[in-house]
């Protein structure tokens, strides 16, 4: 084929145009959905607020990815969504905290029979139980902090104001 005009022009009518070519993109949709939906986003908040991982939430086959969520975290149009998921975070704390209190007041595996009678204490059943109950208050503080976060006080001597002294000298 030559390169004149017409074979080029015969070249180019074979492509398709580009509505053609937005449509078929829009048809072949593959992989995880990105486009934010109220639904996916109540559905979203509502497994944090269960307990469940952003990170297993979206391991899940019709869940969005991760990085798609937290765009829509800091996306300014979705104000709505930032609240709830807000929300959702301060409900997993407390429901942690629960969690805490069952684990804690848990002590049927904490001592076990050995084979001449005698009733031992399970080490590594109360190191797991403290290494589970250390893990939840670690994440609780992190997802409220005005709830569960460590309290730091800002106090001057006797508890009373900060005193500031500042000196300043001239050479």
Known sequence: MTNTPEATKHKVSKLPDKNQA?????????GRP???TPAVASAICEKLADGMSLRKLCAQ??????????R????????????H???????????????????ADDSSGDTFTDKDGNTRLDREFVARARLRVDSRKWLASKLAPKK??????HA?????????????RFV
């Open 72 to 83: 829509w975290l800091v996306d300014e149009t979705k104000p709505e969504f930032r609240l």
């Open 22 to 30: 937005v449509t078929a993109l829009a048809v072949r949709k593959t």
């Open 148 to 153: 569960y976060g460590d309290r730091i006080e």
């Open 85 to 103: 998921y807000a929300h959702a975070r301060e409900a997993q704390a407390d429901l942690l905290a629960g969690e805490i209190l069952e684990i």
């Open 61 to 70: 086959p019709a869940m969005p990815s991760m990085t798609t969520v937290l």
């Open 156 to 168: 001057g001597t006797d508890g009373g104001a900060i005193q500031h002294a500042v000196s300043v």
């Open 34 to 36: 990105t486009t934010y």
